[in-house]
């Protein structure tokens, strides 16, 4: 399974930002991360292999959505409402180890860097 992440950049705070994430090998439940400078790894949000299932962390409820086209076998998160504290390299993940609702993926992309300037 590979997984490529796009459309991380600079943008101001207020804006928007969708990255993508291709993926071949299966289809699988997904998932976004980001690791903040000097901060842990966090979980952002999810979604099942078929797309009926999403969840999402409490910071970015309401302004970040999780989607998916099966067909293009791509992941989107479409960020809206940017703020500084969205600062973060964004990794897309698949195949969780123990269901839907676990943190622990089994593959990772490569990240892309999402900076919100003030």
């Known amino acids: 399974v590979q997984l490529v992440e796009s459309g991380g950049g600079l943008v101001q705070a207020g804006g928007s930002l969708r990255l993508s994430c291709a993926a071949s090998g299966g289809t699988f439940s997904m998932g976004w991360f980001r690791q903040a400078p000097g901060k842990e790894r966090e979980f952002v949000a999810a979604i099942s292999g078929c797309g009926n299932a999403i969840r999402y962390t409490d910071s970015v409820q309401g302004r970040f959505t999780i989607s998916r086209d099966n067909a293009k076998n791509t992941m989107y998160l479409q960020m809206n409402s940017l703020k500084r504290e969205d600062t973060a390299v964004y990794y897309c993940?698949?195949?969780?180890?123990?269901?839907?609702?676990?943190?622990?993926?089994?593959?990772w992309g490569q990240g892309t860097e999402v900076t919100v300037s003030s």
């Open positions: 993940a698949a195949d969780p180890r123990n269901g839907y609702n676990s943190f622990d993926y089994n593959y």
